[in-house]
């Protein structure tokens, strides 16, 4: 089956400080890969979708100054949390599609990363 | 924009009975619908993809049946084992994926 990994599993660090989140489809291409977000006992929130090789489309309400994402190629995403405060700390999710619309095919979803910010 | 709602948000089972998950949503023009399962911590595990052409997909002890008319799903669990014991998560696909927060369930041993 198609396998999504994100590295690295958990991360701790400092206010103020950048994170970077790397997301890698290992046996597929993914043209589209998205990212998402989730609190404590809540659902998944979409932050955005990227294809690869062109600009991020970020939700409503998301900061795309803040969460900086990279998609330079077919099996390769990243998120980049910058100045990443507290209230940032949650649990991030990338998932990874075969074709440019989810419309058809199947998510492939990453293992999650835990953002803490002390 | 689509609103997804799992009913109930928690469910304890002695091992052995049977689980029913329900689903809602408010759009029915969707593309598919998408159970999945997540353990504490973890990522999303796909458990079943009902394609809006489709009434049921079944896979083991799985059933998940979808009216895409009335906007819901129920997944259906046979014979609950406490290996069951997960959070249950649908999503309807409008292109994007909109999650319900999702069922925890608990199987009792």
């Known amino acids: 089956g198609a396998v999504v990994s994100q590295h690295p599993s958990w991360v701790i660090c400092k206010s103020g400080t950048s994170v970077k989140i790397e997301c890698r489809s290992l046996?597929?291409?993914?043209?589209?890969m998205f990212w998402y977000r989730q609190f404590p006992k809540q659902s998944l929130m979409l932050m955005a979708t990227?294809?690869?090789?062109?600009?991020?489309?970020?939700e409503q309400g998301v900061e795309k100054d803040k969460f900086l994402i990279n998609h330079a190629s077919l099996t390769l995403s990243t998120l980049t949390v910058t100045s990443a405060h507290p209230e940032d700390s949650s649990f991030y999710i990338c998932?990874?599609?075969?074709?440019?619309?989810?419309?058809?095919?199947?998510?492939?979803f990453g293992p999650g990363t835990r953002l803490t910010v002390l | 924009k689509q609103e997804v709602t799992q009913i109930p948000a928690a469910l304890s089972v002695p091992e052995g009975e049977n689980l029913v998950l329900n689903c809602s949503f408010t759009d029915s023009a969707i593309y598919n619908l998408q159970w999945f399962r997540q353990d504490p911590g973890k990522g999303l595990t796909s458990l079943l993809l009902i394609q809006s052409s489709q009434r049921e997909q079944t896979s083991g002890r799985l059933n998940a049946s979808l009216d895409k008319s009335s906007g819901r799903s129920t997944l259906y669990i046979a014979a609950s084992q406490p290996g069951d014991s997960a959070t249950y998560l649908c999503?309807?696909?409008?292109?994007?994926?909109?999650f319900g927060a999702g069922t925890t369930v608990t199987v009792r041993a």
């Open positions: 999503a309807a696909n409008d292109y994007k994926l909109s």
């Open positions: 998932s990874a599609s075969l074709q440019a619309s989810s419309s058809y095919n199947e998510q492939f």
């Open positions: 990227s294809n690869e090789g062109s600009k991020a489309t970020y």
């Open positions: 046996d597929f291409q993914a043209t589209t």
